[in-house]
């Protein structure tokens, strides 16, 4: 079946710091990726995704690149702020409407 | 930006007793779902309902789970009776498009914390 495994949380960069959160997937043929970001308080928002091999989803200064040569799609960010601080869900979603999630990974952003 | 909202945002129960939440989608979207949390675990597709019934539904959605959009506004999770193991975050989450599932974006509340005890 479809599965997605996420760098086990929590991480705490300061201000300024490059983020990357790894996620890796498991299924068959060619899933859609996105990466959900919730912050406190909120519902999970769709933060990028990326639908098939070789895309790169951005938004806000987020990046991911979808690996189909390793099953990948790490979250990268050159600098992150403190408003950045949120949890990050991987995700994806193949053939049909449900979409399978990581653990998620809690980012603290201190100043 | 139009939002998904849950009532309550924390709901206490005893084990054996019937809860419903409740969530209001955003008032175009046509695609329903609920999904949840058990702490610490992943997030879990439940079920998706699509013109007035269920279009997918997940092993974890058994007899004891059932959904109902009861008039034009509403979309409640019914539990007929809680377990333990029931203990987790819902999410309920709406989308508007027709088209295919790839190009879906999914609108997400912020959860209602169900403890059972």
């Known amino acids: 079946g479809n599965s997605v495994t996420q760098m086990e949380g929590p991480v705490t960069l300061s201000e300024e710091a490059f983020l990357t959160i790894n996620c890796t997937y498991t299924?068959?043929?060619?899933?859609?990726l996105f990466w959900y970001v919730q912050y406190p308080g909120e519902g999970l928002q769709l933060l990028l995704k990326?639908?098939?091999?070789?895309d790169k989803g951005s938004n806000k200064g987020f990046e991911a690149t979808y690996r189909k040569e390793t099953t990948s799609f790490h979250l990268e960010k050159g600098s992150v702020q403190v408003s950045d601080s949120a949890v990050y869900f991987c995700?994806?979603?193949?053939?049909?409407?449900?979409?399978?999630f990581g653990s998620g990974t809690q980012l603290t952003v201190l100043p | 930006e139009p939002e998904v909202t849950q009532t309550p945002s924390h709901q206490v129960t005893q084990m054996g007793q019937e809860v419903i939440l409740r969530c209001v989608p955003i008032?175009?979207?046509?695609?329903f779902y609920w999904y949840r949390q058990i702490l610490g675990q992943k997030v879990e597709f439940l079920v998706s309902?699509?013109?007035?019934?269920?279009?997918?539904k997940s092993e974890i959605f058994d007899d004891q789970f059932s959904v109902e959009r009861p008039d034009g506004s509403n979309f409640t999770l019914k539990i007929r009776s809680t377990k333990l193991e029931d203990s987790a975050m819902y999410f309920c989450?709406?989308?508007?498009?027709?088209?295919?599932?790839?190009?879906?974006?999914?609108?997400f509340g912020s959860g209602t914390q169900l403890s059972v005890l």
């Open positions: 989450a709406s989308s508007a498009t027709r088209t295919a599932a790839t190009n879906e974006k999914l609108f």
């Open positions: 299924a068959t043929g060619y899933p859609s």
């Open positions: 990326a639908t098939k091999a070789d």
């Open positions: 995700a994806l979603r193949r053939a049909t409407r449900q979409l399978t």
């Open positions: 008032s175009n979207h046509l695609y």
């Open positions: 309902f699509y013109n007035n019934e269920i279009s997918e």
